[in-house]
């Protein structure tokens, strides 16, 4: 049971990180999209789906790994993840001379983050069940 545990709480904590990774390179690095994939709005919808799932790996990091309350879990996990959105739009003008700062992907990060939020909030009651299998 232990071994399990460990093991979880690892792999738990390796996709949070892996996942922040994830979203910074693509944030930052050079990155050409398709243009069979480019629509108008396109790049909002994937920032809302990209910081909507980061509130939910961070959620059941602080959920899983600190054993924080559900309501601290979910406040912690929607400030990173707006606050690191913000950072990165911040460290795109800063960094790179290919890609601007842009409100609408700020506003893209929260609206997902939020919505994220309500999201697990609405299903707190099966997440815990979810906690109580597994740990």
Not at 41 to 46: E, H, P
Not at 47 to 74: D, I, M
Request: glycine share 6%; charged share 15%; aromatic share 20%.
């Amino acid at each position: 049971m232990h071994i399990r545990n460990w093991l979880v709480r690892n792999l738990v904590i390796f996709g949070a990180v892996a996942y922040s990774a994830l979203i910074c390179y693509l944030s930052i690095g050079r990155i050409s999209v398709p243009d069979q994939i480019h629509f108008n709005y396109s790049d909002k919808i994937g920032h809302f789906l990209a910081y909507f799932g980061l509130t939910v790996v961070w959620f059941t990091c602080f959920f899983v790994l600190y054993k924080k309350s559900n309501n601290q879990s979910l406040v912690f996990a929607i400030f990173f993840s707006v606050i690191f959105g913000i950072l990165m739009e911040v460290l795109q003008s800063w960094l790179t001379d290919y890609r601007t700062a842009d409100w609408f992907d700020i506003m893209a990060n929260t609206i997902g983050a939020l919505l994220a939020g309500i999201a697990i909030k609405y299903n707190l009651k099966y997440i815990e069940q979810i906690k109580n299998r597994w740990w």
